[in-house]
């Protein structure tokens, strides 16, 4: 360092701060990754909440329609298209559950 000049030139000097800008962008977008994948997780969660609420309830009204079914079986009655529509649901439902997706099984059961 002894006899170089210590200044540096305008295009020294400007590198130098579009070295350090470029060095906080990916920093900043390291930290915007980083709340992306927390907001996607949180609404992955609550998707997966719905999704058991929603067969949760499908399966209670396919039990209901059920009961509902002998009840008027027993009275001799003609059943009506809402019982047909819950009977599909039922049908759809215990499906689904038992040839859904693998993976989501997997991943729900590694997660608990």
Same mark, same amino acid.
């Given at each position: 360092?002894?006899?170089?000049?210590?200044?540096?030139?305008? $295009?020294? +000097? &400007?590198?130098?701060?579009?070295?350090?800008?470029?060095?906080?962008?990916? *920093? /900043?977008?390291? =930290?915007?990754? %980083?709340?992306?994948?927390?907001?996607?997780?949180? $609404?992955? +969660? &609550?998707?997966?909440?719905?999704?058991?609420?929603?067969?949760?309830?499908? *399966? /209670?009204?396919? =039990?209901?329609? %059920?009961?509902?079914?002998?009840?008027?079986?027993?009275?001799?009655?003609?059943?009506?298209?809402?019982?047909?529509?819950?009977?599909?649901?039922?049908? /759809?439902?215990?499906?689904?559950?038992?040839?859904?997706?693998?993976?989501?099984?997997?991943?729900?059961?590694?997660?608990?």
């Amino acid at each position: 360092m002894f006899g170089k000049n210590p200044r540096m030139t305008p $295009l020294q +000097s &400007r590198k130098q701060l579009l070295l350090v800008e470029s060095e906080l962008n990916r *920093a /900043l977008l390291v =930290g915007d990754m %980083a709340a992306l994948a927390a907001d996607v997780r949180a $609404l992955t +969660s &609550r998707a997966k909440s719905i999704a058991t609420i929603a067969s949760s309830t499908a *399966a /209670l009204v396919a =039990g209901l329609a %059920a009961f509902r079914r002998k009840k008027s079986e027993s009275a001799g009655g003609k059943t009506s298209w809402l019982q047909t529509i819950l009977k599909g649901a039922g049908l /759809l439902f215990s499906l689904w559950t038992s040839f859904g997706p693998k993976d989501r099984r997997q991943s729900d059961k590694q997660v608990d």
